[in-house]
T-cell receptor, first 109, second 114 residues
Framework: KNEVEQSPQNLTAQEGEFITINCSYS?????LHWLQQHPGGGIVSLFM???GKKKHGRLIATINIQEKHSSLHITASHPRDSAVYIC???????????FGTGTSLTVIP | DAMVIQNPRYQVTQFGKPVTLSCSQT?????MYWYQQKSSQAPKLLFH???????NEADTPDNFQSRRPNTSFCFLDIRSPGLGDAAMYLC?????????????FGPGTRLTVL
């Protein structure tokens, strides 16, 4: 059983569309992370959040601690947003991080 | 400035020939992680160090070993690489403890096994 589940697994969108990626988790956490990985590239941290909402440019991340659910939104999507987006959580105890399987996003011009 | 550095970025080895991947960090984090990531999959934790304490995942093959000679450096040794070990190997660091903490990833080493 995965501690972190993401959906959808794959997503194709037209340039300009609003995109939502969902993440649910089953453990108590101290923080949830949204990560971005471009093809062949390393992983970059986009957001770390423990409550509410954060915004960075066209990216918005929200979390509902009671429902153990988070969403990553991309407004006015662009082909350069094409990447794998990974949800990860740092649990309340221990040093590990649990990863979702990622959402592969392709934005078509 | 790069905070987590991995060398080499690309490594080609032969079946059964030992290989060592290197990771260094300038963040002075006391936790360092090694992940294996295969195509279209999430990173899979192999092991992590909390200071000098080594924590191996239960399903990490014995073929994979690690060394952490000091806070800044951590090595991944693959004793006898098989074709199935071809993957991206990611090193990451974080501070320890509960609370908000971010993992910082290196750029990865892509391993090819011939």
């Amino acid at each position: 059983k995965n501690e972190v589940e993401q959906s959808p697994q794959n997503l194709t969108a037209q340039e300009g569309e609003f995109i939502t990626i969902n993440c649910s988790y089953s453990v108590g956490i101290s923080a949830l992370h949204w990560l971005q990985q471009h093809p062949g590239g390393g992983i970059v941290s986009l957001f770390m959040l423990s409550s509410g909402k954060k915004k960075h440019g066209r990216l918005i991340a929200t979390i509902n601690i009671q429902e153990k659910h988070s969403s990553l939104h991309i407004t006015a999507s662009h082909p350069r947003d094409s990447a794998v987006y990974i949800c990860a959580v740092s649990p309340n105890t221990g040093n590990q991080f649990y990863f979702g399987t990622g959402t592969s996003l392709t934005v078509i011009p | 400035d790069a905070m987590v550095i991995q060398n080499p970025r690309y490594q080609v080895t032969q079946f059964g020939k030992p290989v060592t991947l290197s990771c260094s960090q300038t963040l002075n984090h006391n936790v360092m992680y090694w992940y294996q990531q295969k195509s279209s999959q999430a990173p899979k934790l192999l092991f992590h160090y909390y200071d000098k304490d080594f924590n191996n995942e239960a399903d990490t093959p014995d073929n994979f070993q690690s060394r952490r000679p000091n806070t800044s450096f951590c090595f991944l040794d693959i004793r006898s690489p098989g074709l199935g070990d071809a993957a991206m190997y990611l090193c990451a660091t974080s501070r320890a403890g509960s609370g908000m903490r971010t993992q910082y990833f290196g750029p990865g080493t892509r391993l090819t096994v011939l």
